[in-house]
Every structure is written in structure tokens, then in C-alpha cells.
């Protein structure tokens, strides 16, 4: 067995990279002004867009890394809660009428619960079982969302009328839809950094890191588990709310598919896991890339745009593995040295 | 005096100016954005449109374009709905189309069109069939395609008015098997044929979904034959038809007459999967290729072109989607475009529903008039054409006919009743 | 009676080719520690190779195999030192990552280079073989028959060869292997490019019964994952077992409940499996728990 524990300690080196205190630093002030700045000014539409999807991967994959980073739980099931928050808030409005900005919450509500319920069922679980058993559990979600038709618009999903309005929370402009974007990942990004200060984000590293531990001084890693994932997921569910709001139409192959929760951890590994400024940078640097790859070789050849991504993402993931966020204080730390 | 001169220089200028712009906008090619699946699960058939459209492009260009304008597509390539979506608003803010087509798959459709109609943007949808498309109230939404319902509509139509004679059994007494795919466009024509034949009082023994990626049709096929019907009517994707047909010979599944919908059994290059199983089979789809006789004479002369350019590039004739996607651009070419001055949704919108045009009118037969006309419950000039021709076809040991409705068809059923596996 | 018999048997069959695709897998999950996320695009990259030389030199696909195994094997290597070994000592969300990026890689380029169509050989045997009320394509029952040899193949393999005890060394305990001798990369290369050579082999198995085309591996890479889970991963036996059990809930599931559920029920199956049984049916006591890189 010391095959996995030699894997395990490397883990654990990596996932350990040096936590500051939680204040805000200039780069992260930096950073968000940058970003009020990309929201705000006059771009071109088609650049908006790509700042509001970057805004919202970003916020998601935030999200995920609360439980895959902080908590070790490597969830491959996210687009389940992706899809519950945002089949909620849409059935609440277009069944009964409730506003949205009401709507979302619940969406993140029924999401958490999904989440946690999937934290308990895979409570024992670790590795490469617990990813497996999480894409399988949402691919249980996806199947239901397609067959159970009342509810859900069945494969055909589901379209909300493209009236702009406050109340309908749908926008004729992309700056408000950034704008929003923007303060849905700003508030994901509090949490995380007033997690990484707390009690409770010390239960989760040492969860994380050594559960036998942690329990024998006392923490409950079944509860800190739970409740992180519940958390996680609860983001992730008022997420999709948004994205739905966004994209107005409900599809439940694509809300649901796997590939939409590897995209999740996809962006969080490759900022760097378990820190609070890698899902960012990740996001900030694969969602345009993906986006202009596809918008300038996708009507070249077909295959092009995803030949050149996925070989990004593999030189990327080989040689820079605790993201670019590691990358970024493995460079500081040299010339901190030199 | 001065007055008069300043006026006259004036007035002088700003002709010229009006004169440039006139010269500027002739030339100025027309920018059409094509959102097709180019990767991804769909991609063997958003190529094939691709090409088709391709082709429709070469061909009005060499004609000198519409009013001396050349057609300029820009493409997008729209593999699920969240990238249909996200490349429709980069042809319409970054490239500045104003009008988009495309987009074959049905949910890849309700995508595009959702975001084209927020932008405010024409879209001519080809070859979409789920009727949610026209059913939102989009005011730039027009479906040149039939609506789901439709596919079932003339299948059922085929066995009440020809199959069941020939198999020489009252309609009643016939026993109808209904399996279809449940993504989007399998339910909605499923939808349809149940709601058809409920009008018509005609009872299904069997009415099932399934996955079209499943990997195994044992159990699908072993319920089927212990239904025992005399006609199955499937809605499937390509690799779950093939499945499907080696997985009924394997269990010695027979039926007198089977009939398929659209993507899955009309895909040309199904004869070379599965080989002489393919004879026989019935196929509810847009005519790939129709009687050249109901044809007006001008639009039998671009058939035959298309027909020509296709099979020389694809090396095999077009599936009915492809045939479809192309009489829809044309029509577009030819009796929208040109009689459009600004280019502007509302006016496109306009030359739209004023269209009428005769069956036989566009490459695969179809007419076009947009309404609201045969479903009251319908949003007001739903831009739903009710004059796309489905028709029945059949494979033949060496081509396909077209069979129904009568006046589309080229050819009389044969092998009704379909041979059992064991004597083909 | 006769119904239930047919799914039984039916699903037995099928589960068999399903346990074929999943054997490399098991292998590689077993040994090195690494879950293969392109295992579906080998599959599709061998259905190719194989389609080619049954189209070219118009022999039967089993014949394909002569060339395609030792293809696949090389082919496995070459992964293994390019993208597999360097993210052997990394955390395991990067070997995820990679061979992710790599089955997006191969799926495409494939689209670029085969396009988007379905390709199938013809027939090999014209009939069903019909046993009493029971009816079985000939190629399914040979393709069954493959996989028990090579399950039968591969257990001596593991139990009486050096190699397997290497392996299986490695498996236990990978330093103390180090220590006594046992090159443990060398065993890690050969277990990758070995677990290739089998897709490669069911590739041949599989392709008289389906068609190939850029995302076929997408229809069967989930099943795979689920068969290995389940039988336990590094288990040969687990994965023969872990298939059939799939194949018939798939195919009795469909029939009895509704097709559009029969994927439904085997990730129900897992879950529970996971849940109650979390090493598999016939994994290595602590797998799933002992968190081989949490």
C-alpha cells in the first residue's frame, strides 16, 4: 500500500502551498479592477460575452474547488447541481411565476441538498472511487431530468421567453449580465478566502490531508465532508440559476453532462487546487482560449479548435501540475531566494 | 445667388455620396452566418449540411450573386446548445451578420434561434423539426423545415392509405409498434404520431423511448417481438438504426412493413453498414431526391446541379436533411434576399410571410407559406412552414424511391410484406 | 420463460465484449494507479486500425488482430512514456486531466482525418446461431469465447509467470517491489502498453458487432468504468463478473422497466455497489478507502 501513500504525500505537499492570512492583497484588488474595468467598459459584444462566461466558469469553478480543492473531494458530478439550480429557478418561474432573484436561492438550496446527499452516499469513498461515483450519481440525474418530462421539458428542455426586465431577471445588455457575473464569483471568492481563515477551513484541510487525524482530535470528517460539499454544490446550483438566466434555454444533455463538470475541475486544476486565486486564473485563462480557438479555427476544419486545446491542456497539466497559481509562487519563491 | 450655388453644390454632393454608397453596397458581398454541429455527436450530419450549403453559396454566386451581390457565409461551429448559443452572438456582434442559418439538430435549433431572436437577428432555420422552435412567439424565427409532427403525420397517413391495403387488413386491425430515440427530435416526432393516430383512433400496441447510445438492443428488440406487430415505426440516429436492424435479424424480429423517421434510416451511407438488410425499408423523411416532375422546369435544372456537384464532392447522393438544407438556403437566395433593400430583420420578416410559394417550388418538392394557419393554439404568424414536403421513400435493392404521397412519388412500393430474415 | 432466458443470455454475451474493453482498463487502474480517461478513444483508434485492414486486405477483423494487438501495444508504450509517466508522481487530478486532454485529442483528430462517418465491415456469418427457443449472433458468442480465454490467459499470466508476480508485487506494495529487485517503471510501461494491447484486442471482437466512428469510445467508456469499479479494480475475474452483472441489468432493466432507464439502473447498481461494497465484488480489501490519493 505505499505505492498510494508515496502518491498521497506528494498530494499533500502540493495541495499544502503557502496560505496568507485572509486579508485582500494588492493583486487580488488588482485583479477584481480589472475585472469592474472588462465589465464596464464599451467592448465589443462578442468580447462581453467571453467576459461573462470567463466571470461565471470562474465563480463555478470556485465553487468546485471548495470541495475538490479544500476539502480533497474530487467531484465529478457538479453539472447535477449545475442543472438542479438552474432547472429550479426556471420551473419556479415559468410554472408559478416567482421572480428569479427569488428563484436562485432556491435553486442553491435544492442544490446543496443534492450535494450533501451525494457527500453521505460516497462518504467512504476516495480516489479515483469517488470520482467515478460522483459522475455516476449525476449521470443518474441527468437520465431522470431526461425522462421525467413534466417537470423538466424532457429532452426538448427549456425556454425562458427573452422579455428583458428586472423582475423576469433577463437583460437586454451583456454589461448587466457581466456585471452580475462579476458579483456572483466576487461573493464565491469571499467565501473562499473567509473559509481559508476560519475554524471550519482548518477542519477541511486536516480532513483533507489526514482524516484518521483529524478525527482522533475530534472532527467529524463525515460532517466536514458533508457540509462542504452541501456548500460547493449550493454555489455551484445558484450558479447554473444564472446561467440560465443567461443563456435562456435549458438543455439536459448539456446541463447535466459530464463534460461540463470536468470543465469545472478542468479550470480549477489548472489555476492551481486548493487555493483561492487558482480557479480564477484558470478560468481567466482557458475560458477566452477555449472561446477564440473555437471562434477563429472552428470554421476552418472541423476538429481543429479542440485538436489545439486538448494539446494545450496536456503540455499544461504535465508540466505546470499544481496550476499556474504553483507555478506563480514556485517563480516568486526563486527570486525570493536569489 | 450664393444661396442657390451652395444649395446646388450641396445637393450635388450628397448624390454622389448616395451614388458611392449605392456602388459600395453592390459590391459588398451579403454575410450569412451558418451555424452547423461541425464536431462533436452530431458532426456527420452538420458536415453534410455544410457541404450542401457550401454548394447553394457556389452555385448563386456564379449566377452573379442577388443583385450583384456576392454571398459571403461566416460559420460557427454549433456542437452542443451552449456553444450554438455562444458562436450565434459572435457571427452576429463581431462578424455584424443580420441574417443566420443552420442548424440541423433539433436542440441545437431552439439555441440558436433563442439567441439569434434576443439579438434581434434573422434566422432561417434549414432543417430543425422540434416544434418548440416556432411555438416560443419569436417574431425572427422561420422553420423552413416540416415541424416534428409532420414526420409522424405522413407516416401514419402511408399505412392508412397504402400499407394497409396491400398488406389487405383494416387499419384497425393492424397491429402499429411506435419506438423512438428520447432526445429532442425522436420525442417530439413520437409526440406527434401518438396525438395523430389517438385523432384517428388507431391504437399502438408498443410506445416506447430509448437511448439512442445504448449499446445493447436486445431488450428493445426482444419486447418488439414479443408485441409482435405488423408495422414498426422508428425514430432513430444513425449507429442505434444499425444496432437496431443487425440486433432484429440476430432475434429473427420480423414485421410486414418497417418504417423509419428521418436521421438514422435515411443517411445514404447506411447501405454500406449493414449491406442488402437496408431493401425494404420504408423511410418518413424529407425527399432526398423527388419526382423531377413536380418540379417547376427552373428549379429542376438547380436540382439536377446540386444533385451533381454533391455526389461529386461526397462521392454518394445527399441525405434528405442535406437535399432539405439546401432547398431551404436557395429559397432563401431566391425569394427572400433578393427582394430586400435595407437587409433588416422586420423587412426580411415581411418578404417572409408574404411568401407563397407552390409545392414543388424549392429542390425537394417543398412549397413554402409561414403561418399559424392549422394549429389555433399557435402564436400569431409563427414562422412555421406548412408546405414542407415529407414524403415516404423506400430502399431498393439499387437505389431508394420515393413512394408517398402519391404525386412526390417515382416508384410503387415493393416487398410489402417485408420477407422474413430467414428467406432474405 | 423463453424471454427472460434470451436477456439472461443475452445480456450474459454482450456483458463478455463489455468485460473484453474493460480488462485493460481494470489492468492499468490496478497497477498503476491511474484511471485511463482516453481508454474510450483507444477503443475507437483500434476499431479504426481494424476496420482499415479488414477494408484493405478484405480479411475478417479476427485476422486484424494479428496486427492491431501488437499496434495497440506499441501505441500503449508510447502513451505511457509521453503522458502516463510523467504524471505518475503528480497529483492525480493531473493524470485525470491528461488523459482527458488526450481523449479530446484523439476524438478529434480523428473527426479531422476519418470525418464524422460510420464505418462497419460486412457480416462474417450470414446466420444467428439458434440454441432451443434462443437466438445468438455467431460473432457475440465468439466474441464471449475470447474473452473467457483471455480472462483464463491472463489469470496464469498473473499466478504463474515472473512477470505476474512483478506485477503483482508492485500492485502490493510498489517501494519494497523497488527494493528487491523489480524494475517498478518497467512493470508500470509494460502493464500500460498490455492494457492497450487488450483494447486493441476487443477492438477486433468489437467491430463485426458495431460500428466506428470519432466518438464511439464515448458510448462505451462510462460502461467500462462502471464494470471496473464494480468488479473490483485490478481484478481480472471482477471485471468478467462485473460485465455480465452489467449486461444483464442493462438488458433486463430495459425490457422490464422501460430502454430509455436500462443506463439509469447500472449507474443505480454502481452507486449501491459503492455504497455497501465500496472495493467491488472481487477488489483488494481497502482500496476504495485506504484513499489512494485524496
Redesign the interface.
Known amino acids: 500500500?505505499?505505492?498510494?501513500n508515496?502518491?498521497?504525500s506528494?498530494?499533500t505537499r502540493?495541495?499544502f502551498w503557502p496560505r496568507r492570512g485572509s486579508q485582500i492583497s494588492i493583486f487580488e484588488m488588482a485583479i477584481f479592477a480589472g475585472c469592474i474595468a472588462v465589465a464596464m467598459l464599451g467592448l465589443s459584444q462578442s468580447l462581453k460575452d467571453i467576459a461573462v462566461l470567463t466571470f461565471l466558469w470562474a465563480g463555478l469553478a470556485l465553487a468546485w474547488n471548495i470541495a475538490g480543492g479544500y476539502a480533497?473531494l474530487?467531484s465529478f458530478g457538479h453539472a447535477a447541481f449545475f442543472g438542479v439550480g438552474a432547472y429550479t429557478s426556471t420551473i419556479l418561474f415559468l410554472r408559478f411565476g416567482l421572480t428569479p432573484w427569488f428563484g436562485i436561492w432556491c435553486g442553491g438550496l435544492i442544490a446543496a441538498g443534492f450535494g450533501a446527499a451525494l457527500a453521505i452516499?460516497?462518504a467512504?469513498?476516495?480516489?479515483?472511487?469517488?470520482?467515478?461515483?460522483t459522475?455516476?450519481?449525476a449521470?443518474?440525474v441527468r437520465?431522470?431530468a431526461?425522462?421525467w418530462a413534466s417537470l423538466t421539458g424532457g429532452p426538448e428542455g427549456l425556454s425562458i421567453p427573452p422579455v428583458a426586465g428586472v423582475t423576469n431577471m433577463v437583460f437586454a445588455s451583456k454589461t448587466a449580465y457581466a456585471v452580475m457575473m462579476l458579483v456572483f464569483f466576487a461573493c464565491v471568492y469571499v467565501v473562499t478566502k473567509s473559509l481559508e481563515g476560519s475554524r471550519y477551513g482548518y477542519y477541511l484541510y486536516s480532513v483533507?490531508d489526514d482524516?484518521d487525524a483529524a478525527s482522533a482530535a475530534g472532527v467529524n470528517p463525515v460532517l466536514v465532508r458533508t457540509a462542504a460539499m452541501a456548500l460547493s454544490a449550493g454555489l455551484t446550483g445558484i450558479g447554473g440559476s444564472l446561467f440560465a438566466q443567461y443563456f435562456l434555454y435549458l438543455d439536459p444533455t448539456f446541463l447535466i453532462s459530464?463534460d461540463l463538470s470536468?470543465q469545472f475541475?478542468?479550470l480549477a486544476?489548472?489555476g492551481g487546487?486548493g487555493t483561492a486565486i487558482g480557479p480564477i486564473l484558470g478560468s481567466f485563462l482557458i475560458t477566452p482560449m477555449s472561446e477564440l480557438l473555437r471562434s477563429y479555427l472552428g470554421s476552418h476544419?472541423?476538429?481543429?479548435h479542440?485538436?489545439i486545446?486538448?494539446?494545450l491542456?496536456?503540455v499544461v497539466?504535465?508540466y505546470f501540475?499544481?496550476g499556474i497559481a504553483g507555478a506563480i509562487t514556485r517563480i516568486a519563491g526563486r527570486r525570493g531566494k536569489s | 445667388m450664393r444661396k442657390w450655388l451652395r444649395l446646388g453644390a450641396c445637393l450635388i454632393a450628397t448624390s454622389f455620396a448616395f451614388m458611392a454608397e449605392d456602388r459600395s453596397q453592390a459590391q459588398e458581398p451579403i454575410r450569412i452566418g451558418v451555424l452547423l454541429p461541425l464536431?462533436?455527436?452530431f458532426?456527420?450530419n452538420?458536415?453534410e449540411n455544410w457541404e450542401a450549403m457550401q454548394i447553394a453559396r457556389d452555385m448563386i454566386n456564379e449566377r452573379g450573386g442577388i443583385n450583384g451581390r456576392k454571398i459571403e457565409y461566416v460559420n460557427g461551429d454549433a456542437t452542443s446548445p451552449a456553444a450554438a448559443i455562444s458562436e450565434t452572438e459572435r457571427l452576429i456582434t463581431k462578424d455584424g451578420v443580420k441574417i443566420t442559418t443552420g442548424s440541423f439538430a433539433s436542440p441545437l435549433a431552439i439555441a440558436v434561434s433563442q439567441a439569434a431572436e434576443r439579438q434581434g437577428v434573422f434566422h432561417w432555420e434549414t432543417t430543425g423539426a422540434a416544434e418548440i422552435i416556432t411555438r416560443r412567439g419569436f417574431k425572427y424565427t422561420f422553420q423552413v423545415g416540416a415541424p416534428a409532427r409532420r414526420y409522424g403525420q405522413v407516416a401514419v397517413d402511408f399505412i392508412i392509405e397504402d400499407l394497409s391495403k396491400r398488406l389487405n387488413k383494416s387499419v384497425n386491425d393492424l397491429r402499429i409498434a411506435l419506438l423512438w430515440e428520447?432526445r429532442a427530435f425522436g420525442k417530439s416526432v413520437g409526440d406527434g404520431i401518438r396525438a395523430y393516430t389517438g385523432q384517428k383512433n388507431i391504437k399502438l400496441v408498443y410506445d416506447?423511448?430509448?437511448?439512442q447510445?445504448?449499446?445493447?438492443m436486445?431488450?428493445?428488440v426482444?419486447?418488439l417481438k414479443?408485441v409482435k406487430p405488423d408495422i414498426l415505426i422508428a425514430i432513430s440516429f444513425?449507429?442505434d438504426a444499425?444496432?437496431f436492424q443487425?440486433k432484429a435479424?440476430?432475434?429473427?424480429f420480423n414485421v410486414a412493413a418497417f418504417i423509419g423517421v428521418s436521421a438514422g434510416y435515411s443517411?445514404p451511407?447506411l447501405r454500406?453498414?449493414?449491406?442488402s438488410m437496408v431493401n425494404g425499408i420504408f423511410v418518413a423523411d424529407f425527399p432526398p431526391k423527388v419526382n423531377p416532375d413536380v418540379l417547376n422546369p427552373e428549379i429542376r435544372k438547380v436540382a439536377d446541379e446540386f444533385y451533381k456537384r454533391y455526389e461529386a464532392k461526397m462521392k454518394r447522393p445527399p441525405a434528405g436533411h442535406a437535399a432539405a438544407g439546401f432547398s431551404a438556403i436557395w429559397a432563401l437566395f431566391t425569394d427572400v434576399l433578393p427582394k430586400a433593400k435595407t437587409f433588416e430583420p422586420d423587412e426580411l420578416r415581411d418578404i417572409a410571410l408574404k411568401l407563397d410559394l407552390p409545392e414543388g417550388s424549392l429542390v425537394n418538392g417543398s412549397g413554402i407559406k409561414f403561418t399559424n394557419f392549422d394549429w389555433p393554439d399557435d402564436p400569431k404568424d409563427a414562422g412555421q412552414n406548412l408546405r414542407a414536403s415529407i414524403g415516404v421513400w423506400q430502399w431498393t435493392p439499387e437505389a431508394n424511391e420515393q413512394v408517398f404521397p402519391a404525386k412526390l412519388a417515382t416508384h410503387a412500393p415493393a416487398m410489402v410484406p417485408l420477407p422474413d430474415w430467414s428467406k432474405r | 420463460m423463453t424471454?427472460l432466458g434470451?436477456?439472461v443470455l443475452?445480456?450474459i454475451f454482450?456483458g463478455g465484449i463489455?468485460a473484453l474493453m474493460s480488462m485493460g482498463l481494470t489492468l492499468i487502474?490496478g497497477v498503476l494507479?491511474i484511471?485511463n480517461f482516453a481508454h474510450g478513444e483507444f477503443l475507437m483508434l483500434a476499431m479504426y486500425g481494424a476496420w482499415a485492414i479488414t477494408k484493405m486486405l478484405g480479411l475478417n477483423p479476427y485476422f486484424a488482430a494479428l496486427a492491431i494487438v501488437p499496434a495497440m501495444f506499441l501505441f500503449g508504450a508510447v502513451v505511457h512514456q509521453v503522458?502516463v509517466r510523467?504524471?505518475l508522481?503528480?497529483?492525480?487530478?493531473?493524470g485525470?486531466?491528461?488523459t482527458?486532454?488526450?481523449?479530446?485529442?484523439m476524438?478529434?483528430?480523428a473527426?479531422?482525418v476519418m470525418?464524422?462517418?460510420?464505418?462497419?465491415v460486412?457480416?462474417i456469418f450470414g446466420r444467428?446461431v439458434e440454441v432451443g427457443p434462443f437466438?445468438?449472433?455467431a460473432e457475440?458468442l465468439l466474441g464471449f469465447a475470447v474473452t473467457i480465454l483471455c480472462s483464463l490467459f491472463l489469470q496464469w499470466l498473473i499466478r504463474s509467470t515472473y512477470l505476474g508476480k512483478a506485477i503483482r508485487a508492485?500492485?502490493?506494495?510498489?517501494?519494497?517491489a523497488m527494493l528487491m529487485g523489480i524494475p517498478v517503471p518497467r512493470i508500470f510501461l509494460i502493464t500500460f502498453a498490455s492494457g492497450s494491447a487488450l483494447v486493441g484486442l476487443s477492438a477486433c471482437m468489437m467491430m463485426p458487432?458495431?460500428?466506428v466512428?470519432?466518438?464511439?469510445g464515448?458510448?462505451?467508456v462510462?460502461?467500462a468504468?462502471?464494470i471496473v469499479?464494480l468488479g473490483g479494480?485490478g481484478s481480472i475475474e471482477g471485471a468478467l463478473i462485473g460485465g455480465m452483472c452489467l449486461?444483464v441489468v442493462?438488458?433486463?432493466?430495459?425490457?422490464y422497466v422501460?430502454?430509455?432507464?436500462?443506463?439509469?439502473f447500472y449507474?443505480?447498481l454502481?452507486?449501491l455497489v459503492?455504497?455497501f461494497r465500496?472495493n467491488g465484488l472481487l477488489g483488494q480489501k481497502?482500496?476504495?478507502?485506504?484513499?489512494?490519493?485524496?
Not at chain 2, 272 to 275: K, M
Not at chain 3, 100 to 105: A, D, Q
Request: hydrophobic share 50%; glycine share 8%; with cysteine.
Open positions: 500500500m505505499s505505492a498510494a508515496t502518491h498521497q506528494q498530494s502540493f495541495l480533497g474530487i452516499i460516497c467512504r469513498l476516495r480516489g479515483p472511487f469517488f470520482i467515478l461515483s459522475l455516476a450519481a449521470e443518474v437520465i431522470a431526461m425522462n483533507r482524516a459530464p470536468f475541475a478542468l486544476a489548472v487546487l476544419a472541423a476538429g481543429l479542440l485538436v486545446y486538448s494539446a491542456l496536456i497539466m504535465l501540475p499544481s | 464536431t462533436g455527436p458532426a456527420k452538420g458536415i428520447n416506447e423511448g430509448y437511448d447510445f445504448s449499446t445493447d436486445t431488450p428493445i426482444q419486447k414479443d444513425p449507429n444499425i444496432l443487425r435479424k440476430e432475434l429473427d443517411s451511407d454500406n453498414s449493414i449491406g | 424471454t434470451q436477456l443475452s445480456g454482450i463489455y487502474f494507479r484511471v503522458i510523467p504524471a508522481d503528480k497529483p492525480h487530478l493531473v485525470v486531466f491528461a482527458m486532454g488526450l481523449s479530446i485529442l476524438q478529434n483528430a473527426l479531422m470525418t464524422a462517418d460510420l464505418w462497419d460486412p457480416p444467428s437466438y445468438f449472433k457475440l508492485t500492485v502490493q506494495d510498489g517501494e519494497a458487432l458495431f460500428s466512428f470519432p466518438t464511439v464515448l458510448n462505451f462510462l460502461i468504468f462502471v469499479v479494480m449486461g442493462q438488458s433486463v432493466s430495459s425490457y422501460a430502454p430509455a432507464y436500462g443506463q439509469m449507474f443505480v454502481f452507486l459503492m455504497i465500496p481497502g482500496a476504495a478507502t485506504i484513499g489512494i490519493n485524496d
